[in-house]
């Protein structure tokens, strides 16, 4: 009965979580302050009640909520919505949300109706770790990193192929310039990145002491060693060889698609990740 009437409450997020996305499409086609502002105390409204859940699991299971993949889908999405409400009430970077959230609406819906909770949760608790939550708390930040850099990325795109286009109007005017965009992204990807190297050090450690077969050639390890090493080339090409504008944000976009294909697709081909399973 609990569980069921979860299920409701966890629907209602997400057609809440749906009209705000909805609202700030709207918004970003006609440019309605009223609509702009509904989607924004709807999607606070989402933040609350997914916060008081996050806090009442933390009470109910003693330890933080991140172990099984259930759990790990609806923490992506709470940091998500986290990273826009805050990025957009201190740099004021229109359409960030709208952008992030589409993001977040997928992967909500993912921990929503994918049915596969009961089982995970068994297993996290035979492997529970003060260690292993630390590693997966600092991977999925460092992916909320990166999916709003991407985010910010797209916007550059959107923005550069309108000046190109000389397509003067309100939207041009209410995505922000080009250099604050481009730096807003970097700054995340300088956050991100040595996010993602302490987690997959403490990661390995974790594995080499917990479990007996581990393996270093494991699907999700070496993906996840590949997102790290593009994205350190991203870093060097921007830093070092001051490469800037179009040819970066591209580049960034592609890599937040590695993260994807490593959180999905390696994850599921992963002999031990039982979390991302």
Known sequence: MIDISLTRVYELIIILYAFSVLLYFT????????????????????WLLQTIFLLAKMIETGRFPILTIFEGLYFYSWVLISLSLLIYRLFRVEFIAFFTNVIGFFI?????????????????????????VIHITMAI?????????????CLYLIQYNL??????????????????????????????????????LLGLIWA????????????????????????????YVRVKKEIYGKSIAIWNVGLF??????????GSLSNFHFWDS
């Open 27 to 46: 918004d970003f086609l006609i440019h309605n302050r009223k609509v702009r502002t509904a989607a924004f105390w709807l999607l606070s409204i989402v």
């Open 108 to 132: 909500m819906s993912l921990h929503t109706f994918t049915p596969i909770q009961a089982t995970s949760n068994i297993e996290a608790e035979k492997l529970v770790s003060e260690l292993l």
């Open 141 to 153: 930040l460092s992916y909320g990193a990166f999916s709003i850099s991407f985010v910010l990325s």
């Open 163 to 200: 000046l190109k286009k000389k397509k003067w109007g309100k939207r041009l005017l209410r995505i922000e310039d080009l250099s604050k965009l481009d730096s807003l992204s970097f700054v995340l990807n300088v956050i991100g990145i040595p996010l993602l190297l302490l987690s997959l």
């Open 208 to 235: 080499n002491i917990k479990i007996p077969d581990f393996y270093w050639y494991d699907t999700k390890v070496i993906g996840s060693f590949l997102v790290l090493i593009f994205y350190s080339v991203y870093m």
């Open 257 to 266: 698609l590695l993260v994807l294909i490593n959180f999905f697709l390696f």
